[in-house]
């Protein structure tokens, strides 16, 4: 038996707008551009792809599950310009099939500077998820499967039975993602392991007509699964929601092919779905996995150099959590929401200059022209933030 | 290969490109011979040192220019390229008092009296050896240029007759009417290569006969290089020159050699922000001084210095004052040789707001002197650096902003400096040749 576990990851930044260091006004985001996008992907990719998964529930009679992790940014996106996609949300939640994870509500990075930040945003995003989906998050992700041995222990600290991160070949050498792990300072949270070559054979290969499987049917990835058998126990498909539609557009056929994996996959033995809560209920763990090193899912570097490779993404995070204390000690609320919004990873990818000359993924997610103009804009926003605290630019 | 300027002799870029793409060529295996005007006496370069082909600047020079094309010695490191002189004077943005200065000397030595040669499609008057203004752009191109060109021509066309080539490269409009010359005489293709156009150098208030000119040349042509997609979109546009044999070879740079910094640099606690180039309306040195004045308003500690002349120079210098940044702003005048190597060096930001750019390889000299840098995007330069910043010449209030980011945040220089040190190293003079070279072939065939 192998157990397909998907998880989708749903987030939109608040991109900031055009901010010069000759502007003095407080509203930090561009407010048309966020709508405009978060409409746009609301079309090609939540509502139909919320639709399908609909679908699938009820014709598989509950045997087909997903989970998703959502991030407040997304949320609170929806919430202004797309509330149709909120609701979509809430009635996948009613089926009974579908578990929602916690991350931080502001998709940060704030693990890495301050503790006490990232567990408030934790906190943050469960009350949200009860909120809204009256679900209790039992697993945790940190932004971007950013991931290493001290977090398992604060998410374990913190109540999370499980945490989610990257199978990485220089973690992992010769073991199988397919199995479960532990962390070495942890007492019993599990570790469940992105599938790498199979996620990403849906999320970035699946168009790709150069590539040596293309096209890909669900009937062949059902036999790629189902090859776990007698090696594993899960197939961890671990990807960003907007795979459906937006990275991977409609006319490359993901729609049909999501459509047709789970009745593919279950024609198998007994192959069948797991939520991410459901796998660690029920398959043991069989090794530990000692990661001392921060990873993620970003690049081929599986490292955290896309948001802290350059010294303008280690100087602008500085200077963001340089303000911490005052900040948090202000108890001026909107200003307290604007810093969090700020904290969001985005602002940091935009800033990543490897790979910048080639044109490649990076590009394509980035509203600026360049690392050094998305720098130079999110420092000029920062000497706003400093200018309210009543502090002098650096 | 037929060109107008030549280091140490030379008055923009030109001189640098025609230098590179030798060297690379030479690097490549392909035989050179670099036709040359005669060059125009400087008095400000006798005490500089360049690290340029040693033939000219050596003495002796005077005796390497003797009338129609006896050899010059070439630089030691070229190993395919020979040099020639004719006793021409192309040298459009030179004083009057120098050009009279090297006509008298042309003149003492009986240059003059051969049959002026046939320019296939172009009428040019015939070489009268007076100074005195042509066309419709006062100030810039001075003497009897038209004259001098064709009689550069003529001699080109008798070097031709007693040297063996296979094809014609001639560079920028001064050179074409030779090049067409050469061609109609010897039946050998001709390649016309486009530094810039008349376009980028007067705006709209085009010269006629150099208009003519460049036409002519490109029309005859049969490939056209041009230093950037921006200047093939003018080429393609304005010249109406058949898309198909129009290509494009980016410029590049030589990395200077290690170990030339100056061991004692002035301590100071102001900033420099340079602006090095002509100052022509070409060059945007009134955008320069407009965002100086924004960046004023938010930064105090910075020096900008306009190094260069031209015929705006008096125009720039009222400016500063009626902006009232006037004890901010420092003019050096025209650089050479070491002076420019050392005004880079000092610089904090080079910024280039030029309003047309061909290409512009002063950016990526700044780059190589590891000073980041800000250019307009309405240059040639930027469609093959992507680790500078970029903005357009007109939004003065953009321009500030990214002056200040770049003085103020230390890791956004050091980014640009790092990740510019290693763009650089893409660009060389020998991938710019090997274009070229292929572009021989197909011709050649």
């Known amino acids: ?394 | 290969m037929l060109g107008w300027e030549f280091p140490p002799y030379i008055s923009g870029g030109l001189g640098t490109a025609c230098y590179g793409l030798t060297r690379g060529l030479d690097e490549a295996g392909v035989e050179v011979l670099f036709v040359l005007p005669m060059p125009l006496p400087h008095d400000a370069h006798s005490h500089v040192q360049f690290r340029t082909p040693a033939w000219l600047a050596q003495a002796g020079q005077e005796e390497a220019a003797e009338p129609a094309g006896e050899e010059a010695p070439a630089e030691p490191t070229f190993r395919h390229v020979q040099m020639r002189a004719l006793p021409v004077i192309l040298q459009p943005y030179g004083t009057p008092e120098s050009y009279r200065e090297a006509v008298e000397r042309l003149e003492q030595r009986g240059a003059g009296g051969q049959q002026e040669v046939e320019i296939p499609g172009l009428e040019l008057p015939a070489g009268q050896g007076e100074a005195g203004e042509v066309g419709a752009s006062p100030g810039m191109y001075q003497g009897d240029l038209l004259g001098q060109i064709r009689r550069y021509a003529t001699l080109a066309v008798e070097l031709a007759r007693r040297e063996k080539f296979d094809l014609i490269h001639a560079h920028d409009w001064m050179t074409y009417p030779a090049g067409l010359a050469v061609a109609a005489h010897t039946g050998r293709p001709l390649v016309v290569h486009v530094h810039s156009t008349e376009f980028d150098r007067s705006g709209e208030n085009v010269n006629q006969q150099v208009y003519d000119i460049e036409r002519a040349g490109m029309h005859g042509a049969d490939r056209v290089v041009c230093v950037s997609y921006l200047t093939r979109g003018i080429v393609l546009s304005r010249y109406g020159v058949e898309a198909g044999k129009v290509k494009v070879v980016y410029n590049a740079v030589e990395l200077p050699a290690g170990g030339d910094f100056d061991a004692s640099p002035i301590a100071r606690d102001e900033k420099i922000v340079l602006f090095l180039g002509r100052i022509t309306m070409q060059k945007g040195p009134e955008y320069f001084l407009r965002a100086a004045q924004k960046v004023l308003t938010k930064y105090k500690k910075v020096r900008f210095v306009i190094a260069g002349s031209g015929d705006l120079t008096g125009r720039t210098v009222e400016l500063a004052a009626e902006l009232g940044i006037g004890r901010y702003v420092t003019f050096t005048g025209f650089l050479r040789g070491n002076d420019v190597a050392r005004v880079f060096r000092m610089a904090d930001l080079y910024v280039m707001p030029s309003v047309s750019e061909p290409f512009g390889i002063a950016p990526l000299e700044a780059l190589s002197h590891n000073v980041p840098v800000i250019i307009s995007k309405q240059s040639g330069v930027s469609e093959v650096l992507t680790h500078v910043l970029k903005v357009d010449f007109w939004d003065v209030e953009e321009m500030a902003n990214k002056i200040v980011a770049v003085l103020r945040h230390p890791p956004l220089q050091r980014v640009l400096r790092q990740q510019g040190q290693i763009e650089l190293r893409r660009l060389s003079w020998r991938d710019s040749a090997e274009r070229c070279k292929t572009i021989y072939e197909e011709l050649a065939r």
């Open chain 1, 1 to 394: 038996m192998a157990s397909v576990v998907f998880y989708f990851q749903v987030h939109q930044p608040f991109r900031l707008r055009r901010y010069s260091i000759f502007d003095s006004g407080t509203n930090y985001f561009d407010d048309q551009a966020n709508a405009d996008i978060c409409r746009k992907v609301a079309e090609k990719c939540y509502l139909p792809a919320n639709a399908t998964i609909a679908e699938l529930i009820g014709a598989h009679d509950g045997r087909f599950k997903v989970s998703y992790s959502i991030t407040g940014m997304a949320i609170e996106q929806f919430r202004l310009y797309a509330p149709e996609v909120l609701e979509s949300f809430q009635a996948l939640a009613a089926t009974g099939c579908v578990e929602f994870i916690a991350e931080t509500y502001h998709h940060s990075l704030a693990f890495l500077y301050r503790r006490d930040e990232f567990i408030d945003q934790v906190q943050m995003h469960r009350e949200l998820m009860a909120d809204i989906f009256g679900q209790d998050p039992q697993v945790f992700r940190n932004t971007e499967l950013t991931y290493n041995n001290d977090l398992a222990a604060v998410a374990e600290e913190m109540g999370f039975r499980a945490v989610l991160t990257e199978g990485a070949d220089h973690i992992l050498g010769y073991r199988s993602p397919s199995f479960l792990y532990r962390a070495p300072n942890c007492r019993d949270l599990r570790l469940l392991l992105k599938h790498y070559r199979l996620s990403d054979d849906i999320a970035f290969r699946f168009g790709n007509r150069q590539w040596e499987s293309w096209p890909l049917t669900a009937e062949k990835f059902a036999d790629w699964v189902d090859r776990i058998n007698g090696n594993g126990y899960v197939c961890n498909l671990f990807m960003d929601y907007e795979t459906f539609g937006e990275h991977q557009w409609a006319d490359t056929g993901i729609f049909e092919f999501l459509r047709a994996l789970p009745g593919a996959v279950m024609a198998k033995g007994d192959n069948d779905f797991l939520t991410v809560s459901e796998a660690i209920d029920r398959y043991p763990v069989s090794g530990e996995l000692d990661v001392p090193h921060m990873i993620s899912w970003a690049d081929m570097e599986r490292d955290i150099s896309a948001w802290l490779g350059n010294s303008m993404q280690a100087n602008a995070l500085y200077e963001l959590y340089a303000l911490t204390d005052a900040v948090r000690g202000s108890n001026d609320a909107r200003l307290i929401e604007d810093w969090r919004k700020l904290q969001t990873s985005d602002h940091f990818y935009y800033m990543c200059t490897k790979y910048f000359a080639d044109g490649d993924v990076h590009k394509y997610f980035n509203p600026y022209e360049s690392p050094y103009d998305s720098y130079i804009n999110y420092m000029n926003i920062l000497d706003s933030i400093r200018a309210r605290l009543g502090q002098a630019a650096s």
